[in-house]
């Protein structure tokens, strides 16, 4: 039950563009084709997910250990950097198709914030999801963060289609482009806000 609410709180409640804001930049650049925001969501799932999974050992068998917590931030810049690096790698040498479809998503991913924002937030808030409140375990953050990147995932398919739509359309010439994109998102994170009260 704990991870069913997981998931439901980070893909609806607590989704990481639409009710926290971190990875505004690919939302709104990446956005205009539902192609190109259907593969930076797949390197977005599968970068946070693998991120957070490492991030969190280092924190709790290096960090914490050591104690070096007040490390964090800047240790996990780098590992996200050097997985990204790493998976690129790999991605080109195993499967060269993949790599193709992947294209510029890859090395974008570095720089996204939400990435980090995850990696961070599993191993300093703590969750109350129809409890006590508590630190996350490995389980609950692999969890956490894979139902975060769909709720990522989700927001950005839903945002492009709606944008391919606009596009079909007749705007005003002061709302074309970013203005009509913004609108649009302010209304998509106000009909997700009618989840709040689910957990």
Do not use: W
């Not at 070096?68 to 931030?73: G, R, S, Y």
């Not at 990204?84 to 790999?90: K, N, T, W, Y």
């Not at 937030?121 to 703590?126: F, K, S």
Request: aromatic share 12%.
């Amino acid at each position: 039950m704990e991870y069913i609410l997981i998931i439901i709180s980070a893909i609806f409640v607590n989704n990481i563009l639409l009710s926290q804001f971190m990875g505004i930049c690919p939302f709104l650049g990446v956005s205009n084709k539902l192609s190109t925001a259907v593969g930076m969501s797949g390197a977005v799932c599968f970068v946070i997910t693998l991120a957070t999974l490492v991030t969190y050992l280092f924190q709790y068998y290096v960090l914490v250990p050591l104690g070096i917590e007040f490390m964090q931030t800047i240790a996990f810049i780098l590992i996200i950097a050097a997985l990204v690096q790493m998976v690129e790698i790999v991605l080109k040498k195993v499967s060269p198709s993949l790599y193709q479809a992947l294209g510029i998503f890859l090395p974008l991913i570095t720089t996204n914030c939400a990435v980090l924002g995850v990696a961070l937030m599993v191993v300093t808030n703590e969750f109350s999801y129809g409890g006590e409140p508590h630190m996350l375990d490995l389980g609950e953050s692999v969890v956490f963060a894979f139902a975060t990147s769909l709720g990522f995932g989700l927001a950005m398919i839903l945002f492009a289609g709606l944008r391919e739509q606009i596009a079909l359309n007749k705007v005003p010439k002061a709302f074309r482009g970013i203005p009509i994109a913004l609108v649009t998102a302010s209304i998509l994170a106000m009909a997700f806000m009618g989840f709040s009260g689910l957990v």
